[in-house]
């Protein structure tokens, strides 16, 4: 049982937008900032999304990140083939003393 | 460039100490707001912290798995060790190592994993 919770799946087609929820409480989501991971199947996860809304170098404008009270959110515009993949959100928790993850959410574009 | 790589027995028996090294390069872990955390994932499961070091030596553990884990760095040779003490078979997972930035939080660099199978 994760402390943030996800859909375990999502989908769209492709060129449409999907959302990735994540959803916490207060010594998580809401005392800290998120970040957003992707993972293909047998590689290492990937940064998508960090301190809540900024992308890395090299990580296209098509997603976004943004954060409201205790639940977070992941936004992919554009939907392309490539984008299947496992979704992760994390986050600080200050009850907890370090990172938790978000259970994952496997997007599959139709 | 920014690199890690874990390495360590890919098989250990249910009871043995498993002890895995991160070894980076591109950055040093005595840099102000350099961290280096340990993740694991089984297969087909979802990726579950496990432990994080960070550049003043500040050790921080799932709680979970506190008892069982120790986290340790070696700054000169831009290592950092993970022990699991106990091991079980649910403990199969590929463990990653990640460069952490302390403000925000963020794992911005993985090493490509290393699966480790408890079995006897």
């Known amino acids: 049982q994760s402390v943030l919770t996800q859909p375990p799946s999502a989908s769209g087609a492709p060129g449409q937008r999907v959302t990735i929820s994540c959803s916490g409480d207060r010594p998580n989501i809401g005392s800290n900032f998120v970040s957003w991971y992707r993972q293909f199947p047998g590689t290492a996860p990937k940064l998508l999304i960090y301190t809540n809304n900024k992308r890395p170098s090299g990580v296209p404008a098509r997603f976004s990140g943004s954060k409201s009270g205790t639940s977070a959110s992941l936004a992919i515009s554009g939907l392309q083939s490539e984008d299947e993949g496992d979704y992760y959100c994390?986050?600080?928790?200050?009850?907890?003393?370090?990172?938790?993850f978000g259970g994952g959410t496997q997007l599959t574009v139709l | 460039q920014v690199t890690l790589r874990e390495s360590g027995p890919a098989l250990v028996k249910p009871t043995q100490t498993l002890i895995l090294t991160c070894s980076f390069s591109?950055?040093?872990?005595?840099?102000?707001?350099?961290?280096v955390t340990w993740v694991r994932q089984p297969p087909g499961k979802a990726l579950e912290w496990l432990a994080l070091?960070?550049?003043?030596?500040?050790?921080y553990y799932s709680t979970s798995l506190k008892t069982r884990l120790t986290i340790s760095k070696d700054t000169s040779k831009n290592q950092v060790v993970l022990t699991m003490t106990n091991m079980d078979p649910a403990d199969t997972a590929t463990y990653y190592c990640?460069?952490?930035?302390?403000?925000?939080?963020?794992?911005?660099?993985w090493g490509q994993g290393a699966l480790v199978t408890v079995s006897s």
């Open positions: 591109g950055f040093s872990l005595s840099t102000n707001g350099m961290c």
């Open positions: 994390v986050t600080w928790d200050d009850s907890l003393d370090g990172p938790v």
């Open positions: 070091i960070d550049w003043d030596d500040e050790k």
């Open positions: 990640a460069r952490v930035q302390w403000t925000g939080i963020y794992f911005d660099h």
